[in-house]
């Protein structure tokens, strides 16, 4: 395995404005490039060619952060307030995790948080990391804070092999069920659905059953998006090691296309809206959502939505094109 680098990275600016109309948020931070956690269908994979770096495990293993983050934040915020201009809400980690374990350390994100806190500024947080139980303090004094969880099955091979570094999916539910005891809003990224491996009935209902029990009350769904060459070609390297036997199956369902054809995905999506109604859950895109929360910026779209009208524009990641064949797209710069 190679040795993690941690290399300082210098920006002029670190709230990024987000200007395509499919993104359902208007600016959005990220302290890090490249993520220690290191999942193989990471669609920001692709991102580290724009360094000159490989996109293959270079991405886990050499680290770039945002040096001196938050006092080039609160520069930015001081002149935005002085143009009458402040956000209102921010979407954080909508690329690479901004609890990945170097945060730990660096405190990029909680300086992020804390600079937010003094302007008011709102946050939605996208992470697979119980690591943001630290910044609770912060959670609780932001003005309507939420933090989308990303778990997309219980099964310890599978997690292991798809996301060799990330926190187990029993930390992530406690989590959830820490942060919503304290009054902060949860929602959970089932996200991304792995067809032949984590789709079948007996999985999403544990995974929607151990979400409720967690005390989540609104999720969405979405399957594998493999949305660009960089992406794919990592994604089934990986697949071919652990699971030789579906490479095949893999190579017809996506071999044209970023993602699944409807007629497969239909049946599931509306199977899974059924389950969430059973146990009590709501599609994100149901309920009053701020801007920022990064509900489809991980090329997802609610269970229900996609049983009800898959050809919404909505319901696709702001990466594809027209609905059916959808070949693989840039990653949107300006999340950076």
Known sequence: MNPTQYLPMQAKTILNAVTAPSMPFDWSINPYR???????????????????????????????????????????????RARGKLPSHVAIGTATDPYQQLEAKAKLTRGCLETLAEFGVGVSITTRSPLVLRDLDLLRALPGASVNISIHTLDARIWRTFEPSTPSPARRLDCARTLTEAGIRVHAFAAPILPLLTDGEADTEALVEALANAGVRHMMSSFLRLSTPEVKSW??????????????????????????????????????????????????????????????????????????????PMAESPFSSEAGASPCQPVQLALF
Request: charged share 20%; glycine share 6%.
């Open 34 to 80: 490249g993520c220690q956690h290191g999942c193989s269908f990471c669609y920001a994979r692709s991102t580290h060619a724009f360094l000159g770096e490989a996109a293959d495990d270079t991405f886990q293993h050499r680290i770039f952060y945002k040096d001196d983050a938050p006092a080039i934040l609160r520069a930015q915020l001081q002149r935005m």
């Open 235 to 312: 994604f089934f390297s990986v697949l071919r090691t652990a699971h030789p036997e579906l490479a095949e199956a893999y190579g017809k369902l996506y071999w044209h296309s970023a993602r699944l054809p409807d007629s497969y995905r239909r049946p599931v999506y509306s199977r899974i809206a059924s389950q969430m109604k059973r146990y009590g859950l709501s599609e994100i895109g149901a309920m009053e959502v701020p801007k920022g929360d990064a509900a489809y910026a991980l090329g997802a779209a609610p269970a229900a939505a996609h049983a009800a009208s898959l050809n919404h």
